[in-house]
């Protein structure tokens, strides 16, 4: 196997429970609960009703089980439905390598799958993150292709820790989740469609796939990143892996979200919501965004996409168009499900104050940028000439902001409630919170089968598929 390889094995069996910190082991969990409830919210989305459709049916020696559906299905899709229930509503944790809690489903579905352990789950997630972030900033989702690489790469590497597979079949499923499955960046900018949710969880399903075909013998190509139109020829032409570097761990890295949109839109909803107590709409002519590159280019209009983001079409667009997200700010004083109704995206009140806001990268804003901080200045411009000014560099959630537990929780249970009731979304939250302490996945299992699903979802054309 190739040098590249050879270090994400070494990682990947030298990882073990009771190495973790207490810190990364409550990191975990915080993620986890999150995570879960991030699925309740969006399970009855139209793309989470197809995913489960797709799936719904199939069998085999690995089954796990599917949000709001009795049976449980091939492990495969059952990662694939439920990624793309957590997803949908782009409430879900940000890192390094986009949305590392993609990963969380997969890793679930087969600790289930295998009847593995709560400790067994924590350790894989804690893998998954370390291997994705540590890909992710070795080079950046920036070059083209999308977040679903990392997530294949980490998965892949958490179930084979899960099985417990031997070395040279770990490697072999690392080789097999990334090799046929490099995934383009255009999900996520222009018009954006239902694919921007499923698409790391069709990550999450092939990397499932690819583990499975490494435990059953299958041998993956040895060089998948230094071989002859491998990864770093084709893909990554400059790479320098550290994993398990010092410091916090990859998953305490990662920012929570107390805003369903796009992560480089948290900050600027912030102060819209902030701005909205200091100056009556009704006075403001104009309400300049000044910000950081980041920003700028995913949901500002800086790739040339101004129109979609000043117009979106889509909900999926409008979660990621900052001028849309800064205007419900400003009129609601929140950011909520409700804000993506169909009916909002036309809401002539609405996109009145949309065409108010401009957005603008500014230099000093982008040099003081992380990757994961997003510096923003609002001017807001009196009727009368005057000014308000806000400004930001990360939001709540961001771990030198971090959420606090009761927060955390209030997001999960607001979200949970919407496919469960109140002492069974109490009662799924306790166990992921215990997971060291279980056994077996059994319990919160048979709660994430019993999540309540519109029957509406099941139409006549998606059973046919």
């Known amino acids: 196997m190739d040098p590249i390889l050879a270090h994400l094995v070494d990682f990947v069996e030298e990882a073990d429970f009771d190495s973790l910190s207490g810190g990364a082991i409550e990191a975990v969990l915080r993620h986890t609960v999150d995570t879960v409830g991030c699925g309740a919210g969006g399970v009855a989305s139209r793309p989470a009703g197809i995913a489960r459709a797709v799936g ?9 089980s599917v949000y709001g559906q009795p049976e449980k ?15 949908y509503l782009d409430f879900n944790d940000f890192g390094a390598s986009g949305h590392p809690s993609d990963m969380i489903p997969a890793l679930f579905a087969m600790a289930e799958a295998v009847a593995g352990s709560g400790r067994d789950l924590v350790t894989a997630i804690y893998v998954a993150y370390e291997v994705a972030t540590a890909v992710a900033t070795a080079v ?16 892949a590497a958490a179930q084979a820790k899960i099985m417990k597979l031997p070395r040279d079949s770990i490697a072999h499923a690392l080789s097999l989740a990334v090799v046929p499955s490099v995934p383009l960046r255009v999900t996520r900018f222009g018009e954006l469609s239902e694919w921007k949710a499923a698409a790391t969880a069709h990550a999450a399903m092939t990397a499932t796939f690819a583990a499975r075909l490494a435990a059953g013998g299958m041998h993956g190509p040895a060089e998948p990143f230094a071989g002859k139109d491998g990864l770093l020829e084709r893909v990554w032409p400059h790479f320098e892996l550290d994993i398990a570097g010092s410091g916090r761990t990859a998953v305490e890295q990662a920012s929570l979200k107390r805003h369903p949109a796009c992560y480089w839109g948290q900050v600027p909803v912030d102060l819209a919501a902030e701005l909205r107590d200091r100056v009556p709409l009704a006075d403001i002519a104009a309400i300049d965004v000044a910000t950081c590159r980041n920003a700028w280019r995913s949901i500002g209009g800086g790739r040339g996409d101004a129109a979609e983001k000043w117009r979106p079409p889509t909900r999926e667009t409008a979660d990621h168009s900052m001028p849309f997200l800064m205007a ?37 804003l982008t040099r003081r940028a992380t990757r994961d901080s997003c510096p923003t200045e609002v001017v807001v411009r009196r009727i009368d000439g005057s000014a308000v000014t806000a400004c930001a560099d990360i939001p709540r959630g961001h771990p030198a902001n971090p959420m606090t537990d009761a927060e955390v929780l209030n997001k999960y249970e607001s979200l949970a409630v919407r496919a469960l009731d109140p002492a069974a979304a109490r009662r ?21 089968r019993s999540f309540q699903v519109p029957k509406t979802l099941d139409t006549a054309p998606i059973q046919q598929l």
């Open 140 to 155: 950046p989702p920036d070059g083209g292709w999308d977040q679903g690489i990392y997530c294949s790469l980490g998965i």
């Open 73 to 87: 299905v091939l492990v495969d899709y059952a990662a694939f439905a439920n990624a793309t229930a957590n997803r």
């Open 56 to 64: 719904r049916g199939t069998g085999g020696t690995l089954t796990a």
């Open 328 to 364: 419900v700010g400003l009129l609601d004083g929140e950011l909520t499900e409700a804000a993506f109704a169909p009916e909002r995206l036309t809401d002539p009140t609405l996109l009145s104050v949309v065409d108010r806001i401009s957005v603008t990268e500014r230099a000093d």
């Open 428 to 448: 799924l939250a306790d166990l992921l919170l215990t997971l060291p302490e279980l056994r077996g996945l059994d319990e919160p299992a048979r709660i994430l």
